[in-house]
């Protein structure tokens, strides 16, 4: 089903192939969002690294992944779903924390399966006050969240491993394009990078320098991929010495020059 481009201010609904148009590595490469973001599983498996740990998920799995809050997401073949896209401050009820949830219990499923599909047939119906209602929804949807979080099984205590490892992705979401290296991050942490890489690999599976260049590789695809923004300036933005430092990074990463890559996108 596809939906025309939701305005900025209201909640928006699509499918994970819609989430990922442009291919896999829109969701499988670590990065953050401005949005909120709710994706509901509804038949398939995969993995996914939030909160600072990789988990895995399957079929009426819940994914709540609050705005500014390092991700990845590794769909599964066959893996299908919905993703509620929350604009940050439209809707107030809501986990400040990630979330997975399991959902058993059909009458839950049902519940939030009836919710998303009230917002995708304001989408598309785009009647009179069609933000309002999304939004109005996307709140209930907002206390569902909040009622199964208090509902699921404790997690225990967060490790002193998981701790680090979210530090640090806190970190890659407001400083990945300052130009440091994992040791200079590291160091602001207070742990050595070897220490920093064995603790992320034992959590996420990536290492420090994965989750690093995996998060510079997504800002520069979805620059290079989805704007019109000079090549160079783009460089200069994430940090880049040169332009044909970037250059070298974007083949290395993704096989294509940049200007290849933008132009397999037209």
């Known amino acids: 089903m596809a939906f025309a481009p939701p305005p900025t201010n209201r909640s928006h609904l699509q499918t994970l192939a819609q989430l990922a148009a442009r291919g896999a590595w829109q969701v499988?490469?670590?990065?953050?969002?401005?949005?909120?973001?709710?994706i509901w599983i509804t038949r398939?498996?995969?993995?996914?690294?939030?909160?600072?740990?990789?988990?895995?998920?399957?079929?009426?799995?819940?994914?709540?992944?609050?705005?500014?809050?390092l991700f990845m997401l590794e769909l599964g073949r066959g893996c299908l779903g919905q993703a509620l896209s929350i604009p940050f401050g439209s809707v107030t009820l809501l986990p400040e924390k990630p979330k997975h949830l399991r959902i058993r219990d059909t009458s839950s499923q049902a519940e939030l399966t009836g919710l998303l599909d009230a917002i995708g047939q304001e989408q598309l119906a785009d009647r009179h006050y069609a933000t309002q209602a999304v939004n109005a929804i996307a709140s209930l949807v907002g206390i569902w969240l909040l009622r199964k979080s208090v509902a699921s099984a404790p997690t225990g205590p967060v490790t002193p491993a998981r701790r680090l490892v979210c530090k640090y992705s806190e970190r890659l979401v407001t400083s990945f394009d300052s130009g440091e290296g994992v040791s200079m991050h590291a160091a602001a942490l207070g742990v050595t990078p070897e220490h920093l890489t064995r603790t992320c690999k034992a959590s996420t599976g990536r290492t420090a320098s994965d989750l690093l260049w995996g998060r510079i590789e997504h800002a520069a695809r979805s620059l290079i991929c989805g704007t019109e923004r000079p090549i160079g300036d783009i460089a200069r933005d994430l940090g880049f010495s040169s332009i044909q430092s970037f250059s070298r990074f974007v083949r290395q990463q993704t096989g294509q020059s940049p200007r290849d890559l933008r132009r397999m996108t037209k």
């Open 28 to 38: 499988s490469l670590p990065h953050d969002r401005a949005h909120h973001l709710l």
């Open 44 to 69: 398939g498996q995969g993995t996914c690294v939030l909160g600072g740990a990789r988990e895995g998920f399957g079929a009426h799995n819940a994914l709540f992944l609050p705005a500014r809050h």
